[in-house]
């Protein structure tokens, strides 16, 4: 069975999304309702952002830091969270470690 990105898009004949986006963004779908027909869709609303309050000077460095990696703020502040996280969790674990192996001195 041929894959999606292997047949042509039916109304556009793209090869990929690419080709297909470029199509789109030069027609109207309105022009082809003749071709298409209904179709039922289910998809889930929820958001899953959450929004924090950044000092201006510090997200301004992260825009910076962001876009000298080729990335967006976001993407860049997601991945130093988990970073510090993961690094705080290890630290932690390791601090415990050293809690069950101590042997407080002899009075």
């Known amino acids: ?11 556009s004949q793209s090869r990929s999304l690419e080709e297909m986006a470029e199509f789109w963004d030069t027609h109207d779908a309105a022009d082809f309702e003749d071709q298409t027909h209904e179709v039922s869709l289910e998809f889930d609303l929820r958001s899953h952002h959450h ?42 674990r390791s601090l415990a470690e050293k809690r069950e192996k101590y042997t407080p001195p002899a009075e």
């Open 1 to 11: 069975m041929a894959h999606a990105e292997d047949s042509p898009s039916s109304i």
């Open 51 to 92: 929004y924090l309050a950044i000092d201006p000077d510090v997200l301004a460095h992260l825009r910076e830091a962001a876009s000298a990696r080729g990335l967006s703020a976001e993407s860049l502040a997601n991945l130093w969270l988990q970073e510090r996280i993961l690094s705080n969790k290890e630290r932690a």
